[in-house]
């Protein structure tokens, strides 16, 4: 296969070990692969996909990126850490959607001094237009990286995981991770395709997005770049996204305080929750016995959690 260009931004491989609590109180066996440990802020899977679009950008004397996302991205924090890392500029371009206030993750934007911009819009078009003005008012090259950071590119960091997973001795029958721009997903489900043909991989759905399209596309884009003929198994992919995209579900919370009750790890009402939830649901319907090994990955997250007001809410 093809090799790419990356820089090196997170301590990999992650930490994959056994949920002995939940495992008993399931009666099958959990897996964790933690990603939230990655070292950089409070970690997750953009730092994965920011290894391979950085070195993009830093190859074609890019100095300066931007990036978008909800009001609590973590990929948008995660990138401007990044970026910053790097000696490079970056401006974090929006949507006025979700908490805007100094909570969760801008409370580690203004920490970094990171410029952010509200945009009032659910268009990803605008979004867009406003770095394309931005950039031109300021005389600077812009480096876009799409929301989620889901493009070909950098859904190859999944792949990385995924032979990180395929070392590390276990049989894994399923694979679950949160799908809410497309890319870890399509990453993922690429990865097992190469790595671990036999494993199942499931994606919980956090947003509302046609996913039974955007991740097989991914898959294809990425499969092309890596010039690999594999052939691809697409991920189950099942709607967990509640009310609403970055809003809490009371699934997602119970999801929460159980893997924080028994084994002290802490998920966001975002993604890893909700995500976790899914996981839940199909193991309590009996799809798995006491035989099957299945891998959580935490893709991170953290900062989002402190955004919400748990005072009303139920646990």
Request: glycine share 10%.
């Amino acid at each position: 296969m093809r090799t790419f260009d990356k820089v090196s931004l997170g301590l990999f491989p992650t930490p994959i070990y056994r949920l002995d609590n939940l495992s008993r109180l399931l009666g099958t066996n959990i897996w964790v692969k933690r990603d939230d440990l990655c070292g950089v802020a409070l970690g997750g899977n953009k730092v994965r996909k920011l290894e391979y679009l950085l070195a993009d950008a830093k190859a074609q004397g890019y100095d300066l990126v931007m990036t978008t996302g909800q009001a609590q991205s973590n990929h948008a924090m995660l990138t401007a850490a990044c970026a910053l890392r790097l000696g490079m500029d970056c401006v974090l371009v929006l949507k006025q959607r979700g908490v805007t206030a100094c909570k969760g993750n801008q409370i580690l934007n203004r920490l970094m001094n990171v410029e952010v911009i509200f945009v009032d819009t659910d268009s990803y078009e605008d979004i867009y237009a406003e770095m394309d003005r931005i950039a031109k008012a300021r005389g600077r090259r812009v480096y876009k990286i799409p929301c989620g950071g889901s493009n070909a590119l950098g859904s190859l960091g999944y792949v990385d995981c995924m032979k990180e997973v395929a070392a590390c001795g276990v049989h894994f029958d399923a694979v679950y991770c949160a799908c809410g721009s497309g890319g870890t997903a399509a990453g993922t489900a690429l990865g097992a395709s190469i790595y671990l043909p036999d494993t199942k991989v499931v994606c919980p759905m956090v947003d509302s997005d046609p996913f039974d399209q955007i991740v097989p596309a991914l898959m294809r884009q990425s499969a092309t770049l890596l010039e690999t003929d594999v052939p691809l198994h697409t991920p189950e992919l099942i709607d967990l996204c509640g009310p609403g995209y970055s809003i809490p579900s009371a699934e997602g919370n119970e999801a929460i305080a159980l893997m924080l009750r028994h084994e002290g790890i802490v998920l966001d009402t975002c993604y890893t929750g909700k995500a976790f939830a899914g996981l839940l649901r199909q193991v309590r319907e009996g799809r798995y016995t006491d035989r099957d090994n299945i891998l959580f990955i935490h893709t991170g997250g953290a900062g989002g959690l402190f955004a919400q007001d748990w005072e009303h809410m139920n646990l």
